[in-house]
Structures are given as structure tokens and as C-alpha cells.
């Protein structure tokens, strides 16, 4: 299919793993939880639910079980999406936040109890089960629950991320009981116990998720959010359901990518990879000012469009079918000056934040995973009897009726726009690759760049993983690694990009995984590939 170069030029402490049943993510032990239950007779969706729960505890800076979340799963025959992000609760109008907050403001707060919607990560785990598993849905659980009650100790990026996230949620209602243990944020290398989660994912095991929404849990979550002066009520929680839908694709090189539909961000990689696919991308060196360059302005042209545009579906302008139309993606391209850099607005296609996993068995079956609670530790709000930390979804709608992104405009059960994007290709109608690279407005970002990587240089994911990254900001700013090559960040700068080196690679620009299939699956098995801007790795039998 590709004949993959596997010497990388890069400084990378990783190697692809290859087997016939893996499980990559961003933190070891949650894969464990994921092989065991592969070990177990489980498949690829039963491996997958385990790893995203482990992820909850292991985790928590980037997930937790108040999280939303998107799968997209190949089933052996043919591909489904699954949107489970949540809704707004039933009191939230533009005259509810104008009331509390004052009129005018752009958005609603981004911590507290005004700022979380209903979560739907636990929908996402119960309905793939119901679908798909193969295992007892409290199996799937008890790794997590383990890991929960035992506790475990603390790798570097989680402490990282941990540490520069106490000071600002210290205050938030449950935050410093759940996570300040001992009145600061654990060090690297010491022991942290969550018992109350262990609670919560009993529960959810032995209900098959009904607790969370409509049992004991559900209770927990709204009397506690309105103790706290928020408005979500048991029926909101009670009237969440996931949606099954058909992914968005669109062809490059021979290929289709694959993106949940809106209210997410996944269209924006395909938006960009659509325009670079009017440029001779291979003829340019995989690290040139010339190649990054045209990468970047065609991501720049995909947010414009999105973030004026992308909305829950009921709410948009066009349809995402407008937005990827060949035609007007080609008069797109046209825009981009291959010796200036450019600041661009939102065309008319119209004529007249993360945790990222995936799985994959010997028996074909591929899963791409996504969850999340948006601002690092979400909401900073935790439900203490059962260690629910809360995400901050809500934080995407707009409160103003009267500004300019009146398409994500808040209203009772709407959903917000969302960063989360599971991502999966194919050839021909056959899987190909599950991925995903976490990280707000990276995600499509890190989709982009590792398969342009992959599709156009013939980079192995693992090497493509490995590469230096830059993330486009807003305007003419950008940030890169500092591990990218000077003159190519000397390169952009003379064409007027406004480049920021960052020498953090672990909160800026992403941390993806990737299962690409070798051939048969029972035989050859998969490529797998983890990031090595966190802590997690890529295992298999």
C-alpha cells in the first residue's frame, strides 16, 4: 500500500510496535488495562472502553468521567461514528448568562458550575459496548477501578500538566479535595488514590452506565452542581443519548479521511488537506519552508472557514458537504502565495481540547477514541462521592446573541462546537489507519501534518509522530518546536509568518496515536505508533 520509510532524521525515542492486537495511548497502564482485556477474549471495542476509563484516573489533567467523547470504529465491514457529546442543560438561554454575568459577553465563564454541560463519555463507553463488545460491560471497568483504588504514581507530563493547573482550580467546588490530596498537586513519582472514581465505576459496570444518568450518580452530579449555584438537573442528565452517524470523508492521494460530522472540528482537516491537494506536495522536501509553508496557510484557510461556520448541524449556515466541495476548495488554494504568508477570512462555499486512544484486534476490528474535558482538568468542578471532574464544554457556545458567532449560540439542549475529533483512513473502502492527535485546535492541526507526512513522504507514523510541529494561533502567529530546524523557522519568519519557538513540546502541540494495518490482520497485523510528547506507549501480543 505504501512502502513506508522507517530511517527517521529525527531525534525520536520511539519505535513503531508491530502485532496483531494493540492497544496505543498515553499512558501505559491504561494500555495494560486495554491488553488484559484483549487477553481476556475481548475485542478491540472492549480493549478501547477499558484503556478510556483507565484514562479517566491515570489522566485526569486531560479527562475524567464527567467528559464528553467521539469513537469512530471500523466493525470488520464497514465504519461507524459516534457522537457523545453532551448537551446544554435545559435553564441555559443567552438571558440566563446576561442575567448572572452581564450582557455582552462573548462566552460564558470557562471554570465552574456555569461552564459544564451534561457529559456524555460514559454513553459513549455504554452504547459501544451494547453494539460492538463482546465482554461484560463491569469487566471492562475493573482495571480502571483497580488502578483507582490502589492508586498509582505520578509520570512526568501528568505531574506537568497537574502542577500548572492547581493554582487557578484550587477553588473550585471538589477540586482540592480530589486532587490536592495533600493540600498541593502530587509530585512526580508519588502515589495517588482515587477511591471515590473506583466507586463511580463500579456503579457505572454494574448498571451498564445507568447510574451515571439516571441513578445515584446522576443524583450526586446535579445536586452537587446546584448546590454550587448551576443549573443542570437530573433531567438533563436523564435525557442525554449518543448519536450514531455516518463519518465525513473526503479523498486525498488515493485515500479517504474520515471525521466525526458537526458540532466537531474533525471537517477542518479534511478542509486543508482538501486545498493542499491542489499542490504537488512531494515534489517540495518534507521539511522545506516551501512544504510547511503551504501547510500552514491551507490549515489558516480551513479555521476560517470553521470557526465562522461549524456549529450543531440544526444551526449552520451550509451544510459540511458545501464545505468540502472540490470546486470551491481549488478556489481556496488559489488564495495561498506560496512567498507570503497571509492573514485570511472565511469564504462563501455557497453559490446563488484531550485524550486521545485506539484500538485494534486480529480479527479486522479497528477503533479511533477520543475524550475529553476541554481546559485541562475541565471545569475544575468534582462531584466528590463518586470523583466525577466535570468538563467544560460550554465554554464553546456564545452568550451573545448579538456577536459575531451566532451559529454556536447558546440554547436549551443544544450542543457546543467541539475540539474532540477521532480521525480514520481508508483505501478503497477497506481501514487503513486509526489516529488521533489531542489538543484543542492542534487536533486537526496534527491531522493534517501527520498525514501529509505519511501520504506524501512516505514517513512510517511512528517517524511522521516523531516530527517537529508548528501550530497556527490566529493572524500571521504561529508556535514551533524548538526542535524543528532553525533555518526553516528563519524560512517562515521571511515570509511573514510570526513564529514563536516553544520549547514545551508537552502543552503546545499535541500528542497523537496511531494503528496503521499491515495486511491481513490475523497475519501481518498493524503498525502501531505512540507520541512521545507524553507519557503513554503502543503495546501488543
Known amino acids: 500500500m505504501i512502502d513506508f520509510n522507517h530511517v527517521s532524521s529525527y531525534s525520536s525515542i520511539r519505535l513503531p510496535v508491530f502485532a496483531r492486537n494493540v492497544v496505543s495511548t498515553s499512558h501505559p497502564l491504561a494500555a495494560q488495562a486495554g491488553l488484559r482485556m484483549l487477553w481476556k477474549g475481548g475485542n478491540a471495542v472492549d480493549a478501547a472502553i477499558a484503556a478510556a476509563a483507565a484514562m479517566t484516573i491515570v489522566e485526569p489533567v486531560s479527562n475524567g468521567l464527567g467528559s464528553d467523547a467521539f469513537c469512530i470504529l471500523w466493525d470488520g465491514k464497514e465504519l461507524h461514528g459516534l457522537n457523545a457529546s453532551g448537551r446544554a442543560p435545559q435553564a441555559w438561554t443567552p438571558e440566563y448568562f446576561s442575567g448572572k454575568y452581564g450582557a455582552g459577553q462573548a462566552n460564558g465563564p470557562r471554570r465552574g458550575v456555569d461552564s459544564i454541560t451534561v457529559p456524555g463519555a460514559v454513553s459513549a463507553w455504554a452504547a459501544m459496548s451494547e453494539r460492538f463488545g463482546k465482554l461484560p460491560f463491569a469487566d471492562l471497568m475493573e482495571p480502571a477501578a483497580e488502578i483507582a483504588e490502589r492508586g498509582y504514581l505520578l509520570p512526568p507530563v501528568v505531574r506537568q500538566k497537574w502542577g500548572a493547573g492547581a493554582p487557578e482550580l484550587q477553588s473550585q467546588p471538589g477540586f482540592a479535595e480530589s486532587f490536592l490530596p495533600r493540600g498541593r498537586a502530587p509530585k512526580v513519582g508519588e502515589l495517588f488514590r482515587f477511591p471515590a472514581a473506583a466507586r463511580a465505576l463500579r456503579s457505572i459496570g454494574a448498571s451498564g452506565g445507568r447510574s451515571y444518568y439516571e441513578g445515584e450518580i446522576a443524583e450526586a452530579i446535579a445536586g452537587f452542581v446546584q448546590k454550587h449555584g448551576g443549573s443542570m438537573t437530573r433531567a438533563d442528565l436523564a435525557a442525554h443519548r449518543p448519536e450514531w452517524v455516518e463519518p465525513l470523508a473526503k479523498d486525498y492521494r488515493g485515500f479517504t479521511l474520515h471525521e466525526i460530522p458537526p458540532n466537531g472540528q474533525g471537517i477542518a482537516a479534511q478542509i486543508a488537506l482538501g486545498i493542499l491537494g491542489n499542490f504537488d506536495m512531494a515534489s517540495l522536501p518534507v521539511d522545506s519552508v516551501a512544504s510547511q509553508h503551504l501547510q500552514i496557510e491551507a490549515m489558516k484557510l480551513a479555521f476560517a472557514d470553521v470557526y465562522r461556520y461549524v456549529a450543531e448541524p440544526s444551526s449552520m449556515q451550509l451544510t459540511a458537504e458545501q464545505m468540502l466541495d472540490d470546486a470551491y476548495l481549488a478556489e481556496r488554494a488559489k488564495l495561498i502565495d506560496p512567498k507570503r504568508a497571509q492573514d485570511f477570512k472565511a469564504g462563501n462555499p455557497v453559490k446563488g481540547g484531550t485524550i486521545y486512544l485506539t484500538a485494534a484486534d486480529e480479527s479486522g476490528m479497528m477503533v479511533s477514541f477520543i475524550q475529553s474535558n ?21 465554554f464553546g457556545f ?4 448579538a456577536g459575531a458567532n451566532t451559529a454556536n449560540l447558546v440554547a436549551p439542549g443544544k450542543r457546543p462546537f467541539h475540539t474532540i475529533i477521532p480521525a480514520f483512513l481508508t483505501k478503497d473502502g477497506q481501514p487503513v489507519m486509526s489516529f488521533g492527535v489531542m489538543g484543542g485546535n492542534m487536533q486537526p492541526q496534527g491531522h493534517m501534518q501527520t498525514v501529509v507526512r505519511m501520504l506524501d513522504y512516505q514517513q512510517n507514523p511512528q517517524i511522521a509522530c516523531d516530527a517537529p510541529r508548528w501550530r497556527f494561533n490566529a493572524g500571521l502567529e504561529i508556535n514551533a518546536e524548538a526542535a524543528m530546524d532553525p533555518a526553516t523557522v528563519q524560512g517562515l519568519q521571511g515570509l511573514g509568518h510570526r513564529v514563536e519557538v516553544i520549547d514545551d513540546a508537552y502543552q503546545d502541540f499535541g500528542a497523537g496515536q496511531f494503528i496503521w494495518r499491515m495486511g491481513d490482520p490475523a497475519k501481518e497485523g498493524y503498525l502501531a505508533a505512540s507520541d512521545p510528547r ?5 503495546a501488543g501480543f
Open 534 to 538: 507524553r507519557d503513554g506507549l503502543a
Open 374 to 394: 476541554f481546559a485541562g482538568f475541565g471545569s475544575g468542578v468534582v462531584e466528590p462521592t463518586f470523583g466525577i471532574s466535570l468538563q467544560n464544554r460550554g
Open 398 to 401: 456564545s452568550t451573545d446573541p
